[in-house]
């Protein structure tokens, strides 16, 4: 499986375990396989949700920021990757 760079994480919500994703390049949506990483650690997992300004929507783009709730800690600055076939 292949791995392109989408963009980073921006903010992360500790209480509600949600992550603020930044798409710099392509897009992001519902049903997408994405890796979080950082220097040491990294983890998969599908986007059950999207939502801008709490607002659920189906996908985002280039430019774009989107909250969506993850499987484990993530922080400001690791990089996300979309998983493709």
């Known amino acids: 499986m292949a791995e392109q760079l989408i963009g980073q994480v921006t903010h992360y919500f500790n209480k509600i375990g949600v992550a603020v ?3 710099a390049k ?3 949506a519902v049903g ?3 890796k979080f990483k950082n220097a040491d650690q ?3 997992q599908i986007v059950g949700s999207l939502e801008v300004d709490k607002q659920p929507v189906g996908k985002i783009g280039e430019g774009e920021e989107a909250g969506l709730k993850v499987d484990e800690l993530v922080k400001q600055g690791w990089q996300v990757y979309k998983v493709v076939e």
């Open 21 to 23: 994703v930044l798409v």
């Open 26 to 28: 392509g897009e992001l």
């Open 32 to 34: 997408d396989m994405i």
């Open 42 to 44: 990294e983890f998969q």
